[in-house]
């Protein structure tokens, strides 16, 4: 696998992380839930999304590397 096609993916999944994340919001704001299960549902989210962001810098880093080192 080249550092391109890795780079590439790492976006892909990173941008399917946030379209769920999106939706994931738009269903816990639509009324469905009561405010408890908002705020906990929202929280572990939130962390989700902090580590699909994380998993992306990651991935960049290692690209940025390997592209050095090539």
Known sequence: MTSSRTGSR???WENEGDRAYRMLLVR???GEYDALTVMKL???ADELE???DAFEH???TVE???V???
């Open 10 to 12: 790492s976006t892909g």
């Open 50 to 52: 902090a580590a699909a």
């Open 42 to 44: 929202k929280e572990v």
């Open 28 to 30: 816990l704001f639509s």
């Open 58 to 60: 990651v991935a960049n």
């Open 68 to 70: 050095k080192e090539s």
């Open 64 to 66: 940025t590397i390997a």
